[in-house]
C-alpha cells in the first residue's frame, strides 16, 4: 500500500483500499511576506435600495524589506492584483473587493464586502495600520439595523458611517439595513453583569427610527434553560425535536411611533454564574418582516 | 491495598510537576503533558544515587541532548512538531563510582496541527447526509466547500484582532486555533429551532435535505443559508442548534488544519445536548457555547455528561449507531493513554481534575 500511498501524495488523491474512503489535500493555512506591509486602506462604500453595493477602495503597499517583492495583493474572492514593488518603495493600488448581496428592494437587505486582504493567496502577516472607508446609505435609508465590524455612525438626516480602524487585520464588513418604513433600533442589556445565581433583568430598549409608526411589534428573545429559568407570561420552554431546548419569551407591543423609544424588561433566574458566553440577539418583527436585531449581550466573569 | 505512586500521580500531587524518583537520578519536567507548541524544561539532578557522580546525561527522544560533570542538569527542549499524538521518550544517566543509573520516563507529546486532508464527502444528495447512516464527519463538516475555509481564516482574523495577536501566531498555536474557532461561533451563531432549521433550508433551496434524524446542518449550509434574511426568524449570521454549533466548530478546526482525532462531537446520555471534546492545554476538553474557557473548571450544567462520540473518522452520527466506544477510546485524558489512572468518565474533561 506505500506505493499507493505515495502516488496519492504526488497526486494530492489518497485512496485508502480498506475503507474505499477518498482523501484530498486541503489548502495549508499559511501567511504571506512578513515586510510587505498595508499601511492604509481608503475608499467608500455606496449601500443600493434593490442591488449590491458600489465600491471604490485603495490599498497603499509598502516594501519594508531589504528585496525587491513581486506578487499578488488583492481582497480575497475579490480583486487581484500583480504588484511588483521594489525594496523601501511604497505604492497605492485600486482593487475590487467580493461583494455579496441578498434583500429585496424596499425591504430589509444584507450586503457583505470582503475586506480581508489577501497576499500571494495567503492571509497578512501584518494587520492593517490604518483603515478609513466611508460608507452611505441608500436615498431615504434609515440607519443600518446592524453592522459587523461596527461602524462609527455620523448623525444626520441621513446618517453616514465610517469603518475606522488602527492597527486590525481588515475582515468582511456585513451590513444589514432596510428601506422598509419601519426599523426598530434595539438595545439590550443585563441586569447584573456579571451574572451570579440569582434573579436578572433583561432590559430591551427600543427605538423606531424609521419614517412611520410600527404596529403589532413582536418582540422575541431567547436564553438558555441550563443557564436560565424563566416562568409566567411571554416565557415557553421549548423542547426540541430530540436533543435541544430553549427557553422562549415573547412580548407584542400594540405600537410604537417614528422616533419614539420604550423599553421592557423581563426578569429570569439564572441558575448558576453564567459567563464566557455571548447572549443570542433578541429580534423584533412587524408584518412578518425582520424589523430590528438587538447586540448580543457578551457576559464577562 | 497496594499503593504505588506512579509519575503522573506524583506529577499531580505537586501541582503539574512531573518526578520521577527512587534509587537512581532525578527528572523533573516543568509540564506533564505539554503539547507540541510549548518548550519542555527537564531539571535533572544526582537524586538518590549513591556515591559521587560524575557524569550526567540526558536523553530526549532517542538522543543524548545534554550532559554536566556538575550534580544537576537544567535543559529546555521542543517545541517538538515532528511528535503528533505520540510519546516522548526521555532517559537520565547517572555516572558514578557505582556504575551507571539511569532513570526513564516519557512526555506525551500532543500537536494536532498541520493535518491538511479531508475524507471526501459521499453522501447521496450531493455528498450531503440523505439518511441517518450517512451522517458522516465528511458529509457533514464539508471542507470541500471554500465556504468553510473562509470563515476558519475570519477566525483567526478576528481572534487576532480581539487579543492583539497575529496572524502567524495564531496559526502557530494549536491552542489558539481551538479559542478563535470557539470564539467566532459564539460571536456569529445563535440558536435556532430545527422545526425552523428545517424550514429556512426548504425556502432557500435545499427542501431536497433530508438527513434523517435529528436534522443536523452542514457546515457549508450554516455558513450560507441559515442566516438567510428571507425568515424573520435569522437574527444572526449562522442559525442553528446543539449540533450545528458543534458541526461548525469541528469543521473550521479541520480547515485550520487540525487533525481529526483532536476534535470530536459528542453527545450526552441520555441525549440530550450534542457539543464538542477538542484537545486542549495538551487535554481533551467540553467546547460548547462560549468560549473554550467557559467549560475548563466544574460547572452545573447537567448537559454534558459526554458519552456518544463521533469525528471525521468514526461514526456515522445518527440514533441506530450511536457509538460509546469511539469516544472512550479516543479521548482518554491525558490523550494518548490512562496515564491519569482513572477509566474514562465525561468528569476527566475538567482542568480541575485534568490540569
Given at each position: 500500500m506505500?506505493w499507493?500511498?505515495?502516488?496519492?501524495c504526488?497526486?494530492?488523491?489518497?485512496?485508502?483500499a480498506?475503507?474505499l474512503a477518498?482523501?484530498?489535500?486541503?489548502?495549508?493555512m499559511?501567511v504571506?511576506?512578513a515586510d510587505?506591509?498595508?499601511?492604509?486602506?481608503?475608499g467608500r462604500?455606496?449601500l443600493?435600495?434593490?442591488?449590491?453595493?458600489?465600491?471604490?477602495i485603495?490599498?497603499?503597499?509598502t516594501?519594508?524589506?531589504?528585496?525587491?517583492f513581486?506578487g499578488?495583493?488583492g481582497?480575497r474572492?475579490?480583486?487581484s492584483q500583480?504588484?511588483t514593488l521594489a525594496r523601501?518603495n511604497?505604492a497605492?493600488?485600486?482593487?475590487a473587493?467580493?461583494?455579496?448581496?441578498?434583500?429585496e428592494?424596499?425591504h430589509i437587505?444584507?450586503a457583505?464586502?470582503?475586506l480581508t486582504?489577501?497576499?500571494d493567496g495567503?492571509?497578512p502577516q501584518?494587520?492593517v495600520?490604518?483603515?478609513?472607508v466611508a460608507v452611505?446609505?441608500?436615498d431615504?435609508?434609515?440607519?443600518?439595523?446592524?453592522?459587523t465590524?461596527?461602524l462609527?455612525?455620523n448623525e444626520?438626516a441621513?446618517?453616514?458611517?465610517i469603518?475606522?480602524?488602527?492597527?486590525?487585520?481588515?475582515?468582511?464588513l456585513?451590513?444589514?439595513y432596510?428601506m422598509a418604513p419601519?426599523?426598530?433600533?434595539?438595545?439590550k442589556t443585563?441586569?447584573p453583569?456579571?451574572i451570579?445565581?440569582g434573579p436578572v433583568?433583561v432590559?430591551l430598549t427600543?427605538t423606531?427610527v424609521?419614517?412611520?409608526t410600527?404596529?403589532?411589534?413582536?418582540?422575541?428573545?431567547?436564553?438558555d434553560p441550563?443557564d436560565?429559568?424563566?416562568?409566567?407570561?411571554?416565557f415557553?420552554?421549548?423542547q426540541g425535536?430530540?436533543?435541544?431546548?430553549?427557553?422562549?419569551?415573547?412580548?407584542?407591543?400594540?405600537?410604537?411611533?417614528?422616533?419614539e423609544?420604550t423599553t421592557?424588561?423581563y426578569e429570569?433566574?439564572?441558575n448558576?454564574?453564567?459567563h464566557?458566553?455571548a447572549?443570542d440577539?433578541?429580534?423584533v418583527?412587524?408584518d412578518q418582516?425582520?424589523a430590528g436585531i438587538s447586540?448580543?449581550?457578551?457576559?464577562?466573569? | 491495598?497496594?499503593?504505588?505512586?506512579?509519575?503522573g500521580?506524583?506529577?499531580m500531587?505537586l501541582?503539574?510537576?512531573?518526578?520521577?524518583?527512587?534509587?537512581?537520578p532525578?527528572?523533573?519536567?516543568?509540564l506533564?503533558h505539554?503539547d507540541?507548541?510549548?518548550?519542555?524544561?527537564?531539571?535533572?539532578s544526582k537524586g538518590?544515587?549513591k556515591?559521587n557522580v560524575?557524569?550526567?546525561?540526558?536523553?530526549?527522544g532517542?538522543?543524548i541532548?545534554?550532559?554536566t560533570?556538575?550534580?544537576s542538569?537544567?535543559?529546555t527542549?521542543?517545541?517538538?512538531p515532528?511528535f503528533s499524538?505520540?510519546?516522548?521518550p526521555?532517559?537520565?544517566y547517572?555516572?558514578?563510582?557505582?556504575g551507571?543509573?539511569?532513570?526513564?520516563?516519557?512526555?506525551y507529546i500532543?500537536n494536532?496541527?498541520?493535518h491538511?486532508?479531508?475524507?471526501?464527502a459521499?453522501g447521496?444528495?450531493?455528498?450531503?447526509?440523505?439518511s441517518t447512516?450517512?451522517q458522516?464527519g465528511p458529509n457533514?463538516y464539508?471542507?470541500?466547500?471554500?465556504v468553510?475555509?473562509t470563515h476558519?481564516?475570519?477566525?483567526?482574523?478576528?481572534y487576532?484582532n480581539?487579543?492583539?495577536?497575529?496572524?502567524t501566531?495564531?496559526l502557530?498555536?494549536?491552542?489558539h486555533?481551538?479559542e478563535?474557532v470557539?470564539?467566532y461561533v459564539s460571536?456569529?451563531?445563535?440558536?435556532?429551532?430545527d422545526?425552523?432549521?428545517?424550514?429556512?433550508f426548504?425556502?432557500?433551496g435545499?427542501?431536497?435535505?433530508?438527513p434523517?434524524?435529528?436534522f443536523p446542518?452542514?457546515?457549508d449550509?450554516t455558513?450560507t443559508?441559515?442566516?438567510?434574511l428571507?425568515?424573520?426568524s435569522?437574527?444572526?449570521?449562522?442559525m442553528?442548534?446543539?449540533?450545528?454549533?458543534?458541526i461548525?466548530?469541528a469543521?473550521?478546526?479541520?480547515?485550520?488544519?487540525f487533525?481529526p482525532w483532536?476534535i470530536?462531537?459528542v453527545?450526552d446520555s441520555p441525549?440530550s445536548?450534542?457539543?464538542?471534546v477538542?484537545?486542549?492545554?495538551g487535554a481533551?476538553?467540553l467546547?460548547?457555547y462560549?468560549?473554550?474557557d467557559?467549560w475548563?473548571?466544574t460547572?452545573t450544567?447537567?448537559a454534558?455528561?459526554s458519552?456518544?462520540g463521533?469525528?471525521a473518522?468514526?461514526?456515522?452520527r445518527?440514533t441506530?449507531?450511536l457509538n460509546?466506544?469511539y469516544l472512550?477510546?479516543?479521548t482518554?485524558?491525558?490523550?494518548g493513554g490512562?496515564s491519569?489512572?482513572?477509566?474514562w468518565?465525561y468528569?476527566?474533561y475538567?482542568?480541575d481534575?485534568a490540569?
Amino acid at each position: 500500500m506505500n506505493w499507493l500511498r505515495m502516488m496519492g501524495c504526488l497526486v494530492g488523491v489518497i485512496v485508502s483500499a480498506s475503507t474505499l474512503a477518498v482523501e484530498q489535500k486541503i489548502s495549508t493555512m499559511d501567511v504571506g511576506p512578513a515586510d510587505i506591509i498595508i499601511t492604509h486602506m481608503e475608499g467608500r462604500i455606496a449601500l443600493q435600495d434593490g442591488a449590491a453595493p458600489t465600491t471604490d477602495i485603495t490599498l497603499t503597499i509598502t516594501n519594508s524589506s531589504e528585496k525587491n517583492f513581486t506578487g499578488t495583493i488583492g481582497f480575497r474572492g475579490g480583486d487581484s492584483q500583480p504588484i511588483t514593488l521594489a525594496r523601501g518603495n511604497t505604492a497605492t493600488i485600486a482593487v475590487a473587493p467580493d461583494v455579496q448581496y441578498r434583500g429585496e428592494r424596499g425591504h430589509i437587505q444584507k450586503a457583505a464586502i470582503d475586506l480581508t486582504i489577501l497576499m500571494d493567496g495567503d492571509l497578512p502577516q501584518n494587520a492593517v495600520e490604518s483603515v478609513n472607508v466611508a460608507v452611505s446609505l441608500p436615498d431615504g435609508g434609515s440607519p443600518l439595523m446592524k453592522a459587523t465590524p461596527p461602524l462609527i455612525e455620523n448623525e444626520g438626516a441621513v446618517p453616514s458611517y465610517i469603518l475606522f480602524s488602527r492597527g486590525q487585520y481588515t475582515s468582511p464588513l456585513t451590513m444589514l439595513y432596510t428601506m422598509a418604513p419601519v426599523n426598530v433600533r434595539i438595545h439590550k442589556t443585563l441586569m447584573p453583569n456579571p451574572i451570579k445565581e440569582g434573579p436578572v433583568t433583561v432590559s430591551l430598549t427600543l427605538t423606531n427610527v424609521g419614517k412611520e409608526t410600527a404596529k403589532g411589534l413582536i418582540i422575541k428573545d431567547s436564553l438558555d434553560p441550563r443557564d436560565f429559568s424563566g416562568e409566567g407570561e411571554g416565557f415557553t420552554l421549548y423542547q426540541g425535536e430530540v436533543n435541544d431546548q430553549r427557553l422562549l419569551w415573547e412580548h407584542t407591543l400594540e405600537s410604537l411611533g417614528a422616533g419614539e423609544k420604550t423599553t421592557i424588561s423581563y426578569e429570569v433566574i439564572a441558575n448558576g454564574a453564567v459567563h464566557d458566553v455571548a447572549l443570542d440577539a433578541a429580534s423584533v418583527i412587524v408584518d412578518q418582516e425582520l424589523a430590528g436585531i438587538s447586540n448580543k449581550v457578551w457576559l464577562h466573569k | 491495598m497496594n499503593f504505588k505512586p506512579t509519575a503522573g500521580l506524583i506529577g499531580m500531587l505537586l501541582g503539574g510537576v512531573s518526578i520521577l524518583s527512587g534509587c537512581s537520578p532525578s527528572v523533573q519536567t516543568n509540564l506533564i503533558h505539554p503539547d507540541a507548541d510549548k518548550s519542555i524544561v527537564f531539571n535533572t539532578s544526582k537524586g538518590s544515587v549513591k556515591g559521587n557522580v560524575s557524569l550526567l546525561e540526558l536523553e530526549v527522544g532517542g538522543s543524548i541532548v545534554a550532559s554536566t560533570s556538575a550534580s544537576s542538569l537544567e535543559y529546555t527542549g521542543g517545541p517538538y512538531p515532528i511528535f503528533s499524538n505520540m510519546m516522548l521518550p526521555y532517559k537520565v544517566y547517572a555516572h558514578s563510582n557505582y556504575g551507571v543509573k539511569t532513570n526513564t520516563g516519557s512526555l506525551y507529546i500532543a500537536n494536532a496541527k498541520g493535518h491538511y486532508r479531508y475524507t471526501v464527502a459521499s453522501g447521496s444528495n450531493n455528498g450531503y447526509p440523505n439518511s441517518t447512516a450517512e451522517q458522516t464527519g465528511p458529509n457533514l463538516y464539508r471542507l470541500d466547500k471554500a465556504v468553510v475555509r473562509t470563515h476558519a481564516q475570519n477566525a483567526v482574523i478576528e481572534y487576532a484582532n480581539a487579543r492583539g495577536l497575529t496572524t502567524t501566531q495564531v496559526l502557530a498555536t494549536a491552542d489558539h486555533m481551538v479559542e478563535a474557532v470557539a470564539r467566532y461561533v459564539s460571536q456569529h451563531m445563535s440558536w435556532r429551532s430545527d422545526e425552523l432549521n428545517r424550514q429556512v433550508f426548504a425556502d432557500n433551496g435545499y427542501e431536497s435535505y433530508s438527513p434523517g434524524w435529528d436534522f443536523p446542518q452542514p457546515a457549508d449550509l450554516t455558513l450560507t443559508i441559515s442566516g438567510a434574511l428571507n425568515n424573520v426568524s435569522s437574527s444572526d449570521d449562522f442559525m442553528g442548534d446543539g449540533e450545528d454549533h458543534a458541526i461548525l466548530r469541528a469543521a473550521l478546526l479541520h480547515a485550520l488544519g487540525f487533525a481529526p482525532w483532536a476534535i470530536w462531537n459528542v453527545i450526552d446520555s441520555p441525549v440530550s445536548h450534542e457539543y464538542n471534546v477538542v484537545l486542549y492545554q495538551g487535554a481533551f476538553r467540553l467546547m460548547d457555547y462560549g468560549t473554550i474557557d467557559r467549560w475548563l473548571k466544574t460547572h452545573t450544567w447537567d448537559a454534558h455528561q459526554s458519552y456518544f462520540g463521533w469525528n471525521a473518522e468514526h461514526g456515522p452520527r445518527g440514533t441506530a449507531d450511536l457509538n460509546h466506544d469511539y469516544l472512550k477510546d479516543n479521548t482518554h485524558n491525558y490523550p494518548g493513554g490512562r496515564s491519569n489512572g482513572n477509566t474514562w468518565s465525561y468528569q476527566g474533561y475538567y482542568q480541575d481534575v485534568a490540569p
